[in-house]
């Protein structure tokens, strides 16, 4: 070896289709060691981690899952292209390692191989071969190597057996080679030299009757479905629910913090520190509980075999809509978060139907619009029993959430048809057999999940924070006016940017009701959108608990009400529909790696907001 | 006969897999669903599509636009 190339790592890629125990070997190899990062104008991200094999650097980079290195789509073309070293910035790889699954061996071989066609030095890991053993099968690596013409030892990735020979394989890794002869190009005689290797090879395997058999019941046309909705319903509640004590303890620290700061330091100072900076930084923390309890589910549900079950039940209902079954997971998470929701669409293996789910994703009613809701319905929503317990105010929230629901399903349907054309990947989704994973495994799956948020939105939505404080803070009012700290507050408001601006936007609003004082609340409400509520009770001189009252008695100069019943109307739809979250723009653009769609999904969702509130002013002021 | 045709528990030998609009037949071939191999039906999903297919001891589901590239000769379900 030149010492030209011995002063740059050696560079191992790993290739696989999904569910080949790849990752499982990639976190055995490097630990947490990982970067992630996204390929070039892709949503496909790219994980590598250095590690020293017997003092030699090497990097080991794992590529995304696939079936087959004939690209369909550009997001699939990723992996081919960095096989070849296509790629600006990214050098093609020294040498693969091709994880396979050994209980399907022969569908495995298939992506043998293609990635022999490459040319490159290969070796073959198997992974899973203590299922072989269990399900009365056998394989023989050494003839299994002889047959290829490249090395090929057999592992237990999560469980660590056979990890020792994969580091012996590595340290010895300018022996390998790219076979002498490869396999037929032709398909059927390649199926004939799939079908003999793994004959010579591998023993047949017993059927696996347990997956057979917990099969029969969760996805049996009944069974499957109630099974289903239970653990859909459990997997809801666990984030809506099991989150929402630990955001309240970690708000309080947070609300403790900065009354602390407020009251140490002075003015001005001591409101960007309580407000701007650790504000921020609790808006920040405020999604972690959400987004580890849902990838801690996702990583079980995916590691046991249930996730592609279920997608198999919802992909006929996601379908109709230009999604596909795993959409669902991602659509339901929304309804707690849009944030943790668009970040599990990395499981949808096809780029065109996870940017339609993260498109439709905010349009999901969260948990942030509730308090919106329930401060405008309580306060202006007569509550009247319509049918038995079924109350107006009850019935109005659910036709809130309705709307929301099948405006997002039929956004994702408009996205994927019009604003994604281009080919796609069919529908092939591998029923993995069950398995039961390990904690290890599902741990490292949360603390990805959480990891990556911080390092990649958190930093977006802690600036977010500071620039609304500054536009809510600034400038400072000249003189205090007002006899009251609220009628102060209010004046204070009334004179920065943010009152500024809600006072220069209100001729566009005028036609939805919407005074300053609304528009100024919406503009906090970027920060989030719970954020409109304590942001209208500054504008409106009032205190969050006198808050409904107020809104109910304000007058305008002429003596009409602020909030009547047209606008209270136009402000609910408003809040349906309006992009007003600037942490899942932030979570938008990391996981779609543009600007383009979080711009698009903005721009169009405020035409929707804007065209539906004024539709809404509209009706309710013709029938009032 | 197309692959989406088969019923539920019979087997096909596949004759042809088709391209397919976009190239999609390359990725079923890709994966094993080549001319000579026995397919079996092994069931649907409740609300009738996809339906999941064993092809070489894997098991893939597929939506019926998929498996309409297919072209199947029905066989008897092969003993395992």
């Keep these: ?624 | 006969m197309k692959l989406s045709e088969v019923p539920i528990g019979a087997g096909a030998v596949i004759r042809h897999v088709a391209l397919g609009d976009a190239g999609e037949g390359r990725r079923l071939r890709e994966v094993g669903f080549v001319p000579g191999t026995t397919v079996v039906v092994e069931r649907r999903a409740p609300m009738g599509d996809p339906t999941v297919y064993q092809v070489r001891a894997t098991r893939f589901a597929l939506r019926r636009a998929g498996a309409d590239l297919v072209d199947v000769d029905q066989v008897e379900r092969p003993q395992p």
């Design chain 1, 1 to 624: 070896m030149s010492t030209a190339l011995a002063t740059r790592p050696t560079q191992v890629a790993l290739v696989g289709s999904p569910n080949a125990g790849k990752t499982s070997l990639f976190n055995a190899l490097t630990g947490i060691r990982a970067k992630t990062a996204n390929y070039p104008g892709v949503t496909v991200s790219r994980r590598e981690a250095p590690i020293e094999v017997d003092g030699r650097p090497m990097v080991i980079a794992d590529l995304p899952g696939t079936y087959g290195l004939e690209p369909i789509s550009p997001d699939e073309a990723v992996v081919a292209d960095a096989l070849r070293g296509r790629i600006d910035g990214i050098d093609a790889p020294d040498a693969l390692i091709v994880v396979a699954d050994a209980t399907s061996l022969e569908r495995s071989l298939f992506l043998v191989a293609e990635v022999l066609d490459l040319g490159m030095p290969t070796c073959l890991v198997l992974t899973m071969i203590d299922e072989v053993a269990t399900r009365g099968g056998h394989v023989d690596t050494d003839h299994l190597a002889a047959a290829l013409g490249i090395p090929v030892v057999g592992i237990v990735g999560h469980r660590g057996i056979g990890l020792d020979q994969v580091h012996r394989l590595l340290a010895d890794i300018d022996a390998w080679s790219a076979p002498v002869i490869g396999p037929p190009a032709e398909p059927e005689a390649r199926a004939a030299w799939v079908d003999s290797v793994a004959r010579s090879a591998a023993g047949p395997l017993r059927p696996d009757e347990r997956t057979r058999r917990v099969d029969a019941v969760l996805l049996h046309k009944v069974w499957g479905v109630v099974v289903f909705v239970v653990v859909m319903l459990v997997f809801f509640q666990a984030i809506f629910t099991l989150a929402a004590p630990v955001v309240d303890l970690l708000g309080n620290w947070v609300t403790s913090a900065s009354e602390f700061a407020r009251s140490h330091l002075p003015g001005l100072l001591g409101g960007f520190v309580a407000d701007a900076v650790i504000g921020g930084v609790g808006a920040v923390i405020a999604f972690i509980p959400q987004i580890a309890i849902l990838f801690f589910i996702l990583g079980l549900l995916e590691r046991v075999g249930y996730l592609a079950r279920a997608a198999l039940l919802a992909d006929r209902l996601m379908g109709r809509f230009g999604l596909e079954g795993r959409s669902f997971v991602s659509m339901l998470s929304s309804f707690a978060c849009a944030v943790p929701g668009i970040m599990s669409t990395r499981g949808i293996p096809n780029e065109r139907q996870r940017i339609a789910t993260m498109m439709a994703a905010p349009l999901m009613t969260c948990s942030a619009r509730l308090p919106v809701f329930t401060l405008l319905i309580g306060a202006f929503v007569p509550n009247r029993s319509v049918l038995g317990p079924l109350h107006t105010q009850g019935l109005v929230l659910f036709g809130l959430y309705a709307l929301g629901a099948v405006s997002g399903l039929a956004y994702a349907a408009v996205v994927s048809r019009f604003a994604l054309a281009g080919p796609t990947a069919p529908f092939l989704m591998e029923l993995p057999p069950y398995r039961w994973p390990t904690a290890k495994a599902v741990a490292l799956h949360m603390w990805e999940g959480v990891w990556s948020f911080l390092r990649k939105a958190g930093t977006i939505i802690l600036a977010a924070t500071v620039v609304l404080w500054a536009m809510t803070t600034l400038p400072r009012a000249t003189h205090d006016v007002g006899a009251t700290p609220e009628q102060r507050a209010a004046h204070q408001i009334e004179q920065s940017a943010a009152g500024r601006l809600g006072k220069a936007v209100e001729p566009v609003f005028a036609p939805l009701g919407f005074d300053w004082r609304t528009n100024v609340a919406v503009i906090g409400s970027l920060a989030a959108r719970e954020v409109f509520v304590s942001t209208l009770a500054v504008t409106t001189a009032s205190d969050e608990r006198a808050l409904p009252e107020r809104l109910q008695t304000l007058r305008h100069a002429d003596g009409r009400p602020v909030y009547d019943a047209p606008t209270v109307a136009a402000l609910l739809v408003f809040f349906v529909y309006a992009l007003q979250c600037l942490s899942t723009v932030a979570v938008l653009h990391r996981e779609s790696n543009s600007w383009k769609w979080p711009a698009l999904a903005m721009g169009s969702m405020f035409a929707l907001a804007y065209g539906a509130a004024l539709v809404a002013h509209t009706i309710v002021g013709a029938i009032t």
